[in-house]
């Protein structure tokens, strides 16, 4: 789903195969700091990733709804006296099970980035940042 | 966190949401939610400044484009489809095995549907042999599987049902009442061989008995009319599927039969006399075991089906029609085009019946909609011509069971179209809302089993057995 999630008229940072694969393990990190509902979801998405990670924001929902199948969040609408009702995702045991799994797949993913880029930055001396923004 | 907004804002809001629900896949609770978000941001610029009208713009260009968003439902609804395929239990490692579990049961009710069926042959009752008896005691044999067929496959349907549904004791004993009343009706009678009465007996029986599967389908609760459009649903799926599987046991039996001739091995006294039977009665089960199992599969055809065929039967009938009022041919009575006629407008009925059940009721009228109107209207003419053709014959020759039950059948037929036309046409014209035609439809399967139910125990004695 997330080939559209750029969002266009900024400044593209991440590529949009990242901004995808990274998708549901941080939908599910954010579940497990406790019961969210979209927006929020949306707006703790560009706090911990500094405005960086920009998703068109009505795709989060077709990504919930798939999360919601795989019985790994739990969804129930919350209608306040007053208020217009608000679906909100609490995650289960077995999307926790899933997010240690792929927590476990990033930080492999991630070590061996940094191994890489260790003896990238030994053979050749050039800033890793100017080859990443060129 | 509700904020009240500018109505012109409301009102494209609303405008917004009824644009995203013309697209099928995003569904009301989506938009719901959506909504939500939208409206969420739109606040959230308007406390940064922004004004109605920016906010607006600016939320729903976050938000993303329809299209894109509709896409990704499809495609997440429609991978949910394959899930329940492959997962149809309940979570985790007990899923296969209670599927397996299932699928024992299902196959142990089908073997013992088949061998209750062919059950008769040890007491020397076997049709399905040609030439190893007289033909006296072949007909007579025919004749007690006419009567008695569906009496010995249905209650391993129910059974099956009833298992599934866990139903209690107390239900399934009523549920064998019919049964046992019918088996004793059509074996006691004294019908002459291969008269009237008992063919149409042998008919509508099954009918009756298929009802009463119904109520072990709904687990008991029959009087509610939801539950009730479930096991129409349930027998639409049932045909389409087992149509299917006939068409494939069909061409497998054929392909046996030449194998072993061309190694001069004669199987046809076995396929003839075993193998198809048993495999036309436990099919039934084991359909029914796979209408529930693998349901998405179905309610993504029959729906298909229906489209397809809804159109096509109404230009058939229209052109019946026109070719009737341009020739002014009106209707045979002959007992063969009756019968043709009243095949046909079950056939419309349950075309129409399935094509309510696999409708969502709070849509909008469609262009289908009106398409079932013609469909409807033209099987009314139909109705009425046949009614005509066979009080005329009646008149001129007097009542005979085939003529009387033609009658009965065409009046049944007649009231459900007349109120179901009626329906449709105020549902066209919005004056009511589609669930009234569900509920008619509902309402009215009883009057069916009351019609069966008369042909098979009040025609008999009625007509002398003829």
Redesign the interface.
């Known amino acids: 789903m997330y080939n559209a999630s750029m969002q266009a008229k900024r400044d593209v940072r991440i590529a949009k195969d990242l901004v995808a694969a990274s998708a549901i393990p941080l939908v599910l990190a954010i579940l497990d700091e406790g019961e969210s509902y979209g927006y929020a979801i949306l707006k703790r998405i560009d706090e911990l990733s500094g405005g960086e990670l920009e998703w068109t924001d009505g795709m989060l929902y077709p990504l919930l709804h798939r999360l919601d199948r795989l019985g790994y969040v739990e969804a129930r609408w919350d209608s306040p006296r007053g208020g217009r009702r608000r679906r909100y995702y609490r995650i289960t045991p077995s999307g926790r099970n899933a997010l240690s799994e792929q927590r476990r797949q990033w930080e492999v993913v991630s070590a061996a980035l940094q191994n890489a880029w260790h003896s990238l930055q030994v053979v050749s001396p050039t800033p890793l940042s100017g080859t990443v923004e060129g | ?2 904020s009240t907004m500018d109505p012109s804002i409301e009102a494209q809001i609303r405008e917004w949401r009824s644009y995203l629900l013309r697209r099928n896949t995003i569904h009301h ?2 938009v ?6 939208l ?3 739109i606040s959230e610029l308007g406390a940064a400044g922004l004004d109605g009208d920016e906010s607006f713009l600016v939320a729903i ?4 484009g329809v299209n ?2 509709s896409r ?2 499809a ?2 609804r429609s ?2 489809l394959w ?1 329940q395929l492959v997962l149809a239990g309940d ?1 985790g490692r007990e899923r296969s095995g209670s599927e397996y579990a299932g699928l024992l049961v299902t196959i142990c009710f089908a073997i013992c549907a088949a061998l209750a069926f062919k059950l008769p042959a040890a007491f020397g009752i076997n049709p399905f042999v040609e030439g190893t008896s007289d033909s006296a005691n072949v007909d007579a044999d025919a004749s007690f599987y006419l009567r008695n067929a569906s009496l010995l496959a249905l209650p391993f349907l129910i059974g099956f049902l009833a298992w599934k549904r866990s139903l209690p004791a107390r239900v399934i004993a009523g549920l064998a009442v019919p049964f046992i009343a019918a088996a004793i009706l059509v074996n006691a009678f004294p019908f002459q061989r291969g008269g009237d009465t008992e063919i149409l007996a042998a008919i509508h029986l099954p009918i009756i008995l298929w009802l009463v599967a119904g109520v072990a389908y709904l687990g008991g609760a029959w009087r509610a009319d939801a539950p009730r459009m479930d096991f129409v649903r349930f027998t639409g799926e049932w045909f389409i599927y087992y149509t299917l599987i006939a068409f494939g046991g069909v061409v497998l039996v054929a392909l046996t039969v030449g194998v072993f001739q061309a190694i001069e091995i004669d199987v046809e006294t076995l396929i003839g006399s075993w193998v198809l039977p048993c495999g036309a009665v436990g099919a039934v089960v084991v359909v029914a075991w796979l209408v529930e199992a693998k349901q998405s599969v179905i309610e993504n055809m029959a729906p298909v089906l229906t489209s397809v065929f809804t159109p096509l039967f109404a230009l058939m009938l229209v052109a019946a029609i026109l070719g009737m009022a341009l020739t002014g041919n009106i209707i045979d009575a002959e007992r063969d085009v009756l019968i043709l006629l009243d095949v046909l407008l079950v056939l419309v009925l349950g075309l129409v019946l399935n094509s309510f059940s696999a409708r969502d009721s709070d849509a909008r009228p469609t262009l289908m909609d009106a398409v079932q109107l013609v469909l409807v209207v033209s099987a009314l003419v139909i109705d009425v011509l046949a009614l005509a053709a066979i009080l005329s014959r009646i008149t001129e020759f007097g009542f005979t069971p085939n003529r009387t039950a033609g009658l009965e059948l065409n009046v049944v037929l007649l009231a459900n179209l007349v109120w179901s036309a009626w329906l449709l046409s105020a549902f066209l014209r919005g004056r009511r809302p589609f669930s009234d035609l569900d509920r008619w439809q509902t309402t009215y399967i009883p009057v069916y089993a009351v019609w069966a139910a008369i042909v098979v125990a009040v025609f008999p004695p009625l007509f002398a057995f003829d």
């Open positions: 966190m509700e609770i989506d719901d939610e959506l909504e939500d978000h409206r969420s941001q260009k976050r938000i993303g894109e968003l990704e439902f495609r997440e991978s949910q899930k979570s």
